[in-house]
């Protein structure tokens, strides 16, 4: 099993950036990956952001160029750095662990709660 923590959400102005954090317990041998989905009122729950643990990060189009995953192995942590923000980035963000490399062949199996995120205008 694997327990997730998610922090650093909040209201930020439109261009400004956050740094989510994604704090991981626990052990499953089948986990490979790491992903964070947001989901926004009224709207599909969409994949934004997954590293491997080999290393490869992949990005949807919409976030591509602003936002960055990584993780740090020796704090079990991982992270999306999210700059430039806009309104349409508004939404509840979620950690998970999973399996896969691409985004379309990503599978989460774990969730963390969800975090906040709010960009204004």
């Known amino acids: 099993q694997v327990q997730l923590v998610e922090s650093g959400g909040g209201l930020v102005q439109a261009g400004g950036s956050l740094r989510l954090s994604c704090a991981a317990s626990?052990?499953?041998?089948?986990?490979?990956?790491m992903g964070w989905y947001r989901q926004a009122p009224g709207k599909q729950r969409e994949l934004v952001a997954t590293?491997?643990?080999?290393?490869?990060?992949n990005y949807a189009d919409s976030v591509k160029g602003r936002f960055t995953i990584s993780r740090d192995n020796a704090k079990n942590t991982g992270y999306l750095q999210m700059n430039s923000l806009k309104p349409e980035d508004t939404a509840v963000y979620y950690c998970?662990?999973?399996?896969?490399?691409?985004?379309?062949?990503?599978?989460?199996?774990?969730w963390g709660q969800g975090t906040q995120v709010t960009v204004s205008s």
């Open positions: 590293i491997h643990s080999a290393g490869s990060t």
């Open positions: 998970t662990a999973g399996s896969g490399i691409f985004m379309g062949r990503y599978r989460p199996t774990y």
């Open positions: 626990g052990s499953d041998s089948s986990i490979n990956a």
